[in-house]
């Protein structure tokens, strides 16, 4: 009964360190999630033409993750604990606009040719597919493609609805299926390069003393499906004992901007009223005031008014 006892306490202690490793790790991405989309010009922001378009900040994001992560592990001053820690992460994944990166242990040889290996950014890797007639689509995140049309030789780029029955692509010209072979592609390709840096992580890894052999867990197809939405970072932690086990784990996050709605004030010039109403609605008014809430025109004077034909 003792020793039982002893174990039970074990597992307790185990599960409780589960748990925050798990709050630690889920906070980590969350963090990094937000720097993805913080931009210092304007033109790689969000715009009309797209509203998933970003060019993703990796760098910020990247930083934010390992110092959040390294607070959350108590390690914030602790270089060598840092260290430690870091050795069981295999690789971090960015989904961009048009294409992701890795960040996993790389090799390279410095000035005097000596080979080193430390983690740095890979190149990005466009979310690429080809048909049987040689025809080639680089997908993003929404209809907008470059593709290559075998027929004529040329490179054509835009929205798939504008480019339909304009090239010989099948895949363009079909709606239905479009969505769908859009949405593998990315997912398979990311689960490609992912499994291949993980499992070839494993080199250097033994290298270091860890026994464990790293892999690519099994992610459920939904929660590939919401990470392709938008820009986001997914993180894995495989192999760092906890207890007599071994803690694996990975975060997904997004980085995706939720567009803030406007509501302008303004007067009815034959009445006189004040009406506050969305900034989607379109009124023919002449707007005195634009306000971020619905209760803040209010408190100026304004009444609501709904959009015509019960718009947005």
Same mark, same amino acid.
């Given at each position: 009964m003792l020793v039982l006892d002893m174990r039970t306490k074990a597992q307790e202690a185990v599960l409780q360190l589960e748990d925050q490793y798990n709050a630690a790790l889920r906070t980590a991405v969350q963090d990094a999630s937000r720097m993805l989309n913080i931009n210092e010009l304007q033109e790689y922001e969000a715009g009309y033409q797209s509203m998933k378009f970003f060019k993703v900040n990796k760098e910020l994001a990247l930083d934010t993750f390992f110092r959040t992560l390294y607070l959350n592990f108590g390690v914030e001053n602790d270089p060598i604990g840092q260290g430690t820690l870091a050795s069981y992460i295999p690789v971090i994944g960015v989904t961009d606009y048009d294409g992701f990166f890795l960040y996993t242990m790389s090799e390279y040889r410095d000035q005097t040719g000596q080979k080193l290996a430390k983690p740095m950014w890979r190149p990005k890797k466009p979310y690429a597919y080809s048909d049987s007639s040689g025809n080639?689509?680089?997908?993003?995140? *929404?209809?907008?493609?470059?593709?290559? *049309?075998?027929?004529?030789?040329?490179?054509?780029?835009?929205?798939?609805?504008?480019?339909?029955?304009?090239?010989?692509?099948?895949?363009?010209? *079909?709606p239905v299926n479009f969505d769908s072979v859009r949405r593998s592609t990315i997912i398979r390709s990311i689960q490609r390069d992912l499994a291949y840096f993980i499992n070839a992580y494993n080199e250097y890894a033994i290298r270091n003393g860890i026994s464990y052999t790293f892999k690519l867990p099994d992610i459920p197809h939904e929660e590939w499906a919401n990470t392709i939405n938008d820009v986001g970072?997914?993180?894995?932690?495989?192999?760092?004992?906890?207890?007599?086990?071994?803690y694996n784990n990975y975060a997904l996050g997004g980085g995706r901007l939720v567009k803030k709605t406007n509501f302008y004030g303004a007067i009815n010039p034959q009445t006189g009223i004040k009406y506050y109403y969305k900034a989607t609605c379109g009124f023919p008014y002449q707007v005195e005031e634009i306000f971020d809430h619905a209760k803040d025109a209010a408190a100026a004077g304004y009444i609501p008014k709904e959009c015509v034909n019960g718009g947005p």
């Open positions: 080639s689509i680089n997908f993003t995140l *929404d209809s907008y493609v470059h593709a290559y *049309d075998a027929a004529s030789r040329k490179w054509v780029e835009g929205f798939r609805e504008d480019l339909q029955g304009k090239t010989s692509i099948p895949l363009l010209n *079909d970072i997914i993180a894995f932690i495989q192999g760092l004992p906890i207890g007599e086990q071994m």
